[in-house]
């Protein structure tokens, strides 16, 4: 499945110095799963630090933010 960024999340990345491959693996193999509403929160833990990524899925999944938490 596609995976496209929003103008939003790709600031985000830059911002906060996340790389788009730790956004793929995150999304592709989470460490935990919430769906609410028509959003997926996915989290891993990669570094020692946990990454969340926030996106919608519909005919490819669209990356709307991604941030670490503590």
Same mark, same amino acid.
């Given at each position: 499945?596609?995976?496209? *960024?929003?103008?939003?999340?790709? $600031?985000?990345?830059?911002? $906060?110095?996340?790389?788009? =491959? ?19 929160? =996915? &989290? ?5 630090? &946990?990454? $969340? =990524?926030? *996106? =919608? ?14």
């Amino acid at each position: 499945m596609d995976i496209i *960024y929003t103008s939003h999340a790709n $600031r985000q990345l830059k911002d $906060r110095k996340i790389e788009q =491959v730790w956004i793929e693996e995150t999304i592709k193999y989470p460490d935990e799963t919430k769906h609410k509403m028509h959003k997926y929160y =996915v &989290t891993k833990k990669l570094d020692g630090k &946990t990454l $969340r =990524v926030v *996106y =919608v899925k519909e005919k490819y999944i669209k990356v709307i933010t991604s941030y670490f938490i503590k």
